[in-house]
C-alpha cells in the first residue's frame, strides 16, 4: 500500500515546486517590455541584458496614474563631456527628486566609458539603444548624386551643415523615428535633451505631470527663425499633403483654433520660417505616433527634402504641431531657464531670481531678428 502512495506525494509534491518555481520566475510574462541594453545605476558594469519585446501598454489619463516619461537623448560617444554637463544640471535642477529614465540613442554603438560615466550621474535607469539603418539611412528613392550636388551648391552659399550628410540623418530621424524607437514604447512623454545645454533654474513640480493635468501636448522654451535655405521647398510640400490628404485637415482644429498663425503670416501663401527649437522638446509621443502625423511625414520624406534640401526636425515638428493641434495644448515653459549654443531663455519676472542662474538681460525672447515668442504670443492671442 505504502508503495503505492509515496512515488504519488512525490509527484505531486515535485509538480507543486515546479510550478511555484516558473511562477517566481516568470511572474506575468505577458506583459514584459524591452529591456534590451538596459543599464541600472546598481549594475554599471555589467554590459547588455536581452529580454522580450512585446507591445507597448495602452495609456491611462487617470490623474493618480504613475506617468510614463523619459528623458530621450540622441548623442555621439564623443559627445560624452557635453551630455555629462547637461546631465548634471538635469539631475540637479529637476530629476534626482523624480528620477525619470534615460534612454540613450546612437547610430553607433555607445562605449563602455559613455554608458560608465553617464549612469553613474543618476539614480534613474538609463538605456543605451542603436538606432538601425531603416531609421538612419538613405531610403531606395534618394538620388544620391542628385543629393550631393545639392549639398555641394549649398555648401557653396554657406548654408549652416550644408554639406554634412550626418546632420541630414539626423533631423529626418528626429523628424520620423525617435519616437517608433523600441526603446520608447514603454513611454507617452519624453524630454528631449541635447549635449552642452544650460539649464538655469530649479523646477520643484513635475513637469511632465504638469503637461498631462493640463491637457499640453507641446512644450518649448524658445522659438526661432529659421534660415530659409534649408526649407525651400517644405511649404509648398505641406500645402500639397493638405490637398493630398484632406482627412488629415478635416481631423485637425479649425485653422483659427490651431497655431496655424504661428507659421504663416499670409493666411498660408507662405512660411514665415517660425520654429520651435527641438534641442529642447517636452511632449507627448501620441503626437507623432498618430496617423495623422505618421502619413505626414511619409509625405515629406517621399519628396526627399531631408536629402535634397536640409529640413530640420524644428520646422517639421512645429509645421505638423501647428496643423494638428489646438492652441492650448501648447505650453511655453517661461520657468524653464535654457541656453542652446548663443541663445538663452531666462524668466525676466522677479520670483525667479532666486530659483535661476541666468542673467535676465541675456532673455532672447524678444529679439527682433531671430525671435518668433511675439508670433507666438500673437497667434495665441489671436482671434
Ligand atoms: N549619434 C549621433 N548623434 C548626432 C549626430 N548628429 C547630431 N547628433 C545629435 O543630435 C542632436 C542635434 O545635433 P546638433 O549638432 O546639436 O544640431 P543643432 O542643435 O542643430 O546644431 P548646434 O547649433 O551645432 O548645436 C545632438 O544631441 C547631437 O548630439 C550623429 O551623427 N550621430
Ligand atoms: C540622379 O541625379 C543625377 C544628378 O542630377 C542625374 O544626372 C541622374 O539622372 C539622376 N538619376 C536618376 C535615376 O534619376
Ligand atoms: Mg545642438
Known amino acids: 500500500m505504502w508503495r503505492g502512495i509515496v512515488p504519488r506525494i512525490l509527484f505531486i509534491a515535485a509538480s507543486c515546486v515546479l510550478l511555484i518555481s516558473l511562477y517566481l520566475f516568470f511572474p506575468s510574462a505577458s506583459l514584459t517590455t524591452t529591456t534590451t541594453q538596459v543599464q541600472s545605476s546598481k549594475n554599471t558594469q555589467e554590459g547588455a541584458k536581452t529580454s522580450v519585446h512585446t507591445t507597448p501598454t495602452t495609456t491611462t489619463t487617470h490623474p493618480d496614474e504613475p506617468i510614463r516619461a523619459c528623458f530621450v537623448i540622441l548623442v555621439r560617444n564623443r559627445e560624452l563631456d557635453g551630455i555629462v554637463s547637461t546631465i548634471r544640471q538635469v539631475e540637479d535642477r529637476f530629476n534626482k527628486k523624480f528620477n525619470y529614465p534615460y534612454v540613450f540613442l546612437n547610430d553607433d554603438d555607445f562605449t563602455e566609458e559613455f554608458k560608465q560615466r553617464t549612469s553613474e550621474l543618476t539614480q534613474a535607469e538609463t538605456r543605451y539603444g542603436k538606432v538601425d539603418e531603416q531609421m538612419w539611412g538613405y531610403p531606395s528613392y534618394i538620388n544620391?548624386?542628385?543629393?550631393?550636388?545639392?549639398?555641394?551648391?549649398?555648401?557653396?552659399?554657406?548654408?549652416?551643415?550644408?554639406?554634412?550628410?550626418?546632420?541630414?540623418?539626423?533631423?529626418?530621424?528626429?523628424?520620423?523615428?525617435?519616437?517608433?524607437?523600441?526603446?520608447?514604447?514603454?513611454?507617452?512623454?519624453?524630454?528631449?535633451?541635447?549635449?552642452?545645454?544650460?539649464?538655469?533654474?530649479?523646477?520643484?513640480?513635475?513637469?511632465?505631470?504638469y503637461m498631462r493635468d493640463n491637457g499640453k501636448k507641446y512644450g518649448f522654451t524658445i522659438a526661432f527663425k529659421e534660415f530659409g535655405a534649408t526649407v525651400s521647398s517644405l511649404w509648398k510640400t505641406v500645402l500639397d499633403f493638405e490637398k493630398a490628404h484632406p482627412e488629415v485637415v478635416e481631423h485637425s482644429p479649425a485653422k483659427q483654433d490651431s497655431?496655424?498663425?504661428?507659421?504663416?503670416?499670409?493666411?498660408?501663401?507662405?512660411?514665415?520660417?517660425?520654429?520651435?527649437?527641438?534641442?529642447?522638446?517636452?511632449?507627448?509621443?501620441?503626437?507623432?505616433?498618430?496617423n495623422d502625423y505618421l502619413k505626414f511625414f511619409h509625405y515629406l520624406d517621399r519628396s526627399g527634402g531631408f536629402f535634397y534640401e536640409r529640413w530640420g526636425d524644428a520646422p517639421v515638428h512645429s509645421i505638423a504641431a501647428a496643423m494638428l493641434l489646438r492652441k492650448d495644448e501648447f505650453h511655453f515653459f517661461n520657468d524653464i531657464g535654457y541656453r542652446h549654443t548663443a541663445y538663452t531663455h531666462c524668466p525676466v519676472e522677479p520670483e525667479y531670481r532666486n530659483k535661476c542662474s541666468c542673467d535676465p538681460a541675456s532673455n532672447f525672447d524678444y529679439d527682433p531678428g531671430l525671435s518668433c515668442y511675439t508670433t507666438y504670443k500673437a497667434a495665441i492671442e489671436g482671434q
Not at 498663425?261 to 498618430?290: K, M, P
Open 144 to 209: 544620391q548624386t542628385l543629393a550631393a550636388e545639392n549639398r555641394e551648391e549649398m555648401a557653396r552659399l554657406g548654408i549652416p551643415y550644408a554639406d554634412s550628410e550626418s546632420y541630414r540623418h539626423m533631423c529626418r530621424f528626429q523628424s520620423g523615428f525617435f519616437f517608433r524607437h523600441p526603446f520608447l514604447d514603454d513611454f507617452d512623454w519624453y524630454w528631449r535633451l541635447e549635449p552642452d545645454v544650460d539649464y538655469h533654474c530649479d523646477l520643484d513640480y513635475d513637469v511632465f505631470k
Open 259 to 290: 497655431l496655424w498663425r504661428f507659421v504663416t503670416d499670409d493666411n498660408g501663401q507662405s512660411y514665415n520660417l517660425c520654429h520651435f527649437w527641438t534641442n529642447f522638446e517636452i511632449a507627448s509621443l501620441d503626437l507623432w505616433r498618430s
